[in-house]
């Protein structure tokens, strides 16, 4: 099949070059590979987040904050206890059992929220990385042959490994970064 494609290819441009249809990369034209350096422009960080799911995006971020507002309360809490048990000099602990309740709540609230959190942080990055995997595949494969023929499939093969491996670390680092800054503000 692709001998065939080849073949046809070749004799429509036979005038112009000539082409290589086997695996030699001899007649493959190098050139300098353009790359951008630099700060990442707030429009991928849009696209990534409508990727993402903007309703799905809402519901992490408000599921996380959540969380992160519970963990500070039962902090808060725990304080208040030792705070109370500390002016209490009689020996009477009356109260223990109602903070002892009630930080049981506050830290199975942060237990639940810190469940639903996670799935749903991973189902929005997952659902991205489809998407933006298909964007990548659908722009190469509509390449003309001549791309394929001038770029070596290893350079092709590792820019789009590269490119998905960044999205997928940096996404998931940037997201830390962005709910431990809320969380210690």
Known sequence: MIFILCRSIEEEEE???????GENSANM???EEERKYGEIPV???WQYLKDCGLGVVV???LIALSWQVLRILTDVWLQSWTNTIDQDQSGAHADTF?????????SGGCVLLSMLSTPIGQYAGLRARRKIHTKLLDAILAN?????????LGRIMNR???DMAIIDKVSIQITSLFLNYISFQ
């Open 144 to 152: 003309s042959l001549r791309f394929f023929q001038t770029t070596p």
């Open 160 to 162: 789009f490994s590269n």
């Open 29 to 31: 034209q190098n050139y």
């Open 98 to 106: 109602h903070y002892f309740n009630i930080y049981a709540i506050l």
């Open 59 to 61: 519901l992490f971020c």
């Open 15 to 21: 005038s112009e070059m000539a082409i290589d249809c």
């Open 43 to 45: 429009r991928i960080y």
